[in-house]
């Protein structure tokens, strides 16, 4: 047992208002998006959306996990063995960009007017 199991890292870097990278010691944990009284968070073992009333101390959050997806199997035609893929459910990266690009797009026509 190592001298500084109980140290945590923890860093969020802003990449553009309502933009928030959330990283950990073990790499980028999740993206938030969002800011003070309603936040939408992507992170690698699904999201979460809080609301709240800024300065009240009352918010609202609800998690939902990703979908565990059916772990692929092949038949070895030689020996009659299953196999099984070893996947690991990752975050969506695919949607972090789709938002990603949403949020730019609503800030730069807001900064245009």
């Known amino acids: ?3 500084c199991v109980g140290f945590r890292f923890r860093k969020g ?10 990283i950990t010691k ?26 709240g009333l800024p300065g009240s101390g009352l918010s609202y959050s609800e998690y939902s996990a990703y979908d565990e997806k ?22 969506p990266w695919s949607i972090v960009a789709v938002i990603a690009l949403v949020v730019l797009g609503v800030y730069f026509l807001r900064s245009g007017q």
């Open 1 to 3: 047992m190592g001298c």
């Open 13 to 22: 870097v802003s990449l553009l208002p309502g933009v928030r990278l959330n």
């Open 70 to 91: 059916k772990v692929p199997q092949t038949i070895d035609p030689e020996t009659g063995e299953i196999h099984e893929a070893t996947t690991k459910p990752g975050i």
């Open 26 to 51: 073990r790499g980028i944990n999740s993206v938030s998006l969002g800011g003070k009284g309603i936040s939408y968070n992507i992170g690698k073992k699904g999201t979460r959306a809080t609301g």
